[in-house]
């Protein structure tokens, strides 16, 4: 690492410096020890875990949150490999090669290709990994922005509970131990630099008051935990942490909303940079085009999207004309509406994404429903009425729909290169009623900066070296996913690095054990 960039990670811990190797002496009394500790219960984290104990070690994971699973339990669980077996039933070709151009173009060319072939390769046997431990799909197969084919999938409901619970089931099944109210304060190295144990505070009380600078919150009990192989940080992102946000872009403002769980901060991420870890692409901040200004979080509104985007229309409400290519990728949906969404009084028109009811039978009559019950998503017999309701000028509407009716029978539009596809031998032309609506504003949603790693989910130091012992995996990390993420993309990620992580660290207990 350059040493202005050097500089530049340490600004961001404010006065925080590096932890000597000896920082807390040779008389720790280790209160209890661990082959490996995994840090976070997420997609990652589970995934760490399972593997952990597959290979036989004496696995710990933690979480500083009251509840299990992060972003990924309220994650809408979408997993896009390739080769599946829901696209060779539907006849879709794909190959890793065209996945990883997908995911470069998305990133900008910005990503790390070695970690991005490691997940086009193994997500496929990923997803078949998470069948053995009891995770159950859906049998639906479908097309995110910025895919060139159909090659997402979903558990039973669109949650990622549905992928975390089963593989939290399966580890304490097999005799791994999982706490809640537990965080990260720091690491215990030996004389070499390497990672031996870990400095936590038990019955930790996350402070809900996004207010307060978690650095403030001194809760819980002081425990050492000994380390004979690895620790690996399945911590996520920092998307919450409007502060830290602020210090890497100043240009995502506090009063954007955020889908994640108020405990996705920078606080972990910052245990590792006091401890020397390198940083990538932490500027790289991404928005999700598909949340509502009617309802807070995460919500129902990026469920639907996903037909909504595939089968439907995105419109300038001032004018009633489509002004972007509904599923082009996420980066470039988002800097689209927030170039056309501001007055010039300040006010804000949020752009009305349509689909009709066809489109909308792209995700389950439930989540539908749930949309509906929430006042987020409208239903209108005619478009007249629709375009009433949201004041989008008639005529301008009109001619929006029937232009991309043509377009849909004809397979081309003509106006953004959008993809047809039908649905069920139908093409959702945006004629038969009724007709399902909701209102877009982009949300702060994924953070690609994190910790360097490589492809053996090894943490590099800022000389570019392997710190031996640190492990990680997921939205801690940066360089997979570059500018911005490609949708569906984040699972297979946190799977398969999450799979390899703990694999690693469960051998370095391996090789203790030898010696």
Not at 406 to 416: I, L, P, R, T, V
Not at 452 to 476: M, S
Request: charged fraction near 25%.
């Amino acid at each position: 690492m350059r040493r202005r960039d050097f500089l530049n990670t340490l600004a961001l811990l404010g006065s925080a410096s590096l932890v000597p190797l000896d920082a807390f002496g040779d008389e720790i009394r280790w209160d209890e020890e661990w082959d490996v500790l995994v840090v976070g219960s997420g997609f990652a984290g589970c995934a760490a875990t399972c593997q952990a104990i597959e290979e036989g070690a004496k696995t710990l994971m933690i979480d500083k949150m009251p509840v299990l699973g992060g972003n990924s339990a309220i994650n809408g669980g979408a997993f896009a490999v390739v080769n599946s077996s829901f696209q060779k039933a539907r006849g879709v070709k794909d190959s890793y090669e065209l996945y990883v151009k997908d995911i470069l173009k998305a990133g900008l060319n910005l990503n790390r290709l070695d970690l991005v072939e490691v997940i086009a390769k193994n997500g496929n046997d990923a997803y078949e990994w998470t069948l053995q431990k009891g995770v159950y799909y859906r049998d639906a197969l479908g097309q995110f922005g910025g895919h060139s084919v159909p090659r997402t999938i979903w558990p039973e409901i669109n949650s990622g509970g549905k992928i975390t619970i089963p593989l939290q089931e399966y580890a304490m099944k097999h005799g791994a131990i999982i706490r809640t109210r537990v965080i990260l304060d720091d690491f215990i190295k030996d004389d070499g630099g390497k990672i031996i144990g870990a400095k936590v505070r038990e019955n930790y009380d996350f402070d809900f008051d996004k207010s307060k600078d978690e650095a403030d919150n001194k809760s819980g009990d002081v425990k050492f935990y000994k380390i004979n192989g690895g620790i690996v940080m399945a911590t996520g992102g920092f998307a919450y942490d409007i502060k830290f946000r602020q210090e890497v872009d100043k240009t995502i403002t506090p009063d954007l909303g955020c889908t994640n769980h108020y405990g996705a901060t920078a606080q972990a991420l910052k245990v590792m940079m006091k401890n020397g870890a390198q940083t990538v692409d932490l500027k790289w901040i991404q928005l999700g085009p598909w949340g509502s200004p009617d309802e807070d979080g995460f919500g129902i509104a990026p469920v639907f999207a996903i037909p909504a985007f595939s089968y439907g229309v995105m419109v300038d409400a001032r004018t009633g004309k489509r002004f972007v290519n509904e599923l082009a990728d996420r980066k470039i949906r988002s800097d689209a509406i927030l170039k056309i969404h501001k007055n010039p009084d300040g006010s804000l028109t949020h752009p009305v994404v349509i689909c009709d009811s066809i489109g909308a039978m792209g995700t389950t009559k439930a989540n539908v429903q749930r949309g509906v019950d929430k006042g987020v998503i409208k239903v209108f017999d005619n478009i007249n009425n629709l375009a009433k309701f949201y004041g989008i000028p008639y005529e301008g509407l009109k001619k929006t729909i029937d232009d991309y009716t043509k377009y849909a029978h004809n397979g081309k539009d003509e106006e953004f290169e959008k993809p047809f596809f039908k649905f069920k031998d139908i093409v959702p032309d945006l004629t038969k009623p009724p007709f399902y609506a909701w209102r877009a504003i982009p949300k702060v949603h994924h953070t690609m900066g994190g910790v360097k790693i490589d492809v053996e989910a090894r943490v590099y130091n800022t000389d570019d070296k392997p710190i031996a012992g640190l492990f990680a995996a997921g939205e801690a990390v940066g360089g997979p996913h570059g500018a911005s993420r490609l949708g569906s993309c984040a699972i297979p990620d946190c799977i398969v690095f999450g799979r390899i992580a703990g694999k690693n660290a469960a051998n370095l207990a391996k090789k203790e054990k030898k010696c």
